[in-house]
């Protein structure tokens, strides 16, 4: 069936960076876009940015720019987000969703957790 | 980019009906018909119940309905039932390949 499965919990100290994985099975995985969405603890969902997952284009939020990279790797069918700079509240479930411009599959979460 | 404006709560008793407002500008919800919403229960993810306005998923019930008048986009839900008791979320495009959502929703069933 078609599924994200994403990587394991992290736990970083301020100023480190986090790389999550994101696998997507069940379907061709350069047809469609994979968008990141982080819910920080009782908040409300944020889109950070997608890349096309056929050409490897980006585009990120404004508020991430600069501190997020997403990156696939198509022999893998596998999208990566890698946040740096870590701050405190960037303690987070991060969410990978395939687009285009509504999420119809959602990752597990991964949950990040900036702790010194 | 601000998040889009969606009331804190809405209430309704099981059989009735509820709309869930979403309000934006000219710049997202009032320029494009790409507005999705979601559903997302406690500590799971968030599942998509409206596509492109007022399109439904395979699957979705057909108690969930869209539509949009202007910068508003309003998911209404039918027939309440307990387990439609969660948090809701609008998404709209956003123009130059941006995405925002709106602050959540979160909808008890009485």
């Known amino acids: 069936q078609v599924q994200l499965v994403q990587s394991g919990a992290e736990v970083k100290k301020p100023g480190a960076s986090v790389k999550v994985s994101c696998k997507a099975s069940?379907?061709?995985?350069?047809?469609?876009?994979m968008h990141w969405v982080r819910q920080s603890p009782g908040q409300r969902l944020e889109w950070m940015g997608w890349?096309?997952?056929?050409?490897?284009?980006?585009k990120y939020s404004q508020k991430f720019q600069g501190r997020v990279t997403i990156t696939r790797d198509t022999s893998a069918s596998t999208a990566y987000m890698e946040l740096s700079s870590l701050r405190y509240e960037d303690t987070a479930v991060y969410y990978c969703?395939?687009?285009?411009?509504?999420?119809?599959?959602w990752g597990q979460g991964t949950m990040v957790i900036v702790s010194s | 980019q601000s998040a889009l404006t969606q009331p804190a709560s809405v209430s309704g008793s099981p059989g009735q009906s509820i709309t869930i407002s979403c309000t934006g500008t000219?710049?997202?919800?009032?320029?494009?018909?790409?507005v999705s919403w979601y559903q997302q229960h406690p500590g799971k993810a968030p599942k998509l119940m409206i596509y492109?306005?007022?399109k439904r998923p395979s699957g979705v019930s057909n108690r969930f309905s869209g539509s949009k008048s202007g910068n508003t986009a309003s998911l209404t839900i039918s027939g309440l039932q307990a387990e439609d008791e969660a948090d809701y979320y609008c998404?709209?495009?956003?123009?130059?390949?941006?995405?925002?959502f709106g602050e959540g929703t979160k909808l008890t069933v009485l």
């Open positions: 969703a395939r687009g285009p411009w509504a999420f119809d599959i």
């Open positions: 069940g379907y061709t995985f350069t047809n469609y876009a």
């Open positions: 890349i096309n997952a056929g050409n490897g284009n980006t």
């Open positions: 000219s710049s997202d919800v009032g320029s494009y018909d790409l």
């Open positions: 492109e306005g007022s």
């Open positions: 998404c709209s495009y956003a123009g130059s390949s941006t995405l925002v």
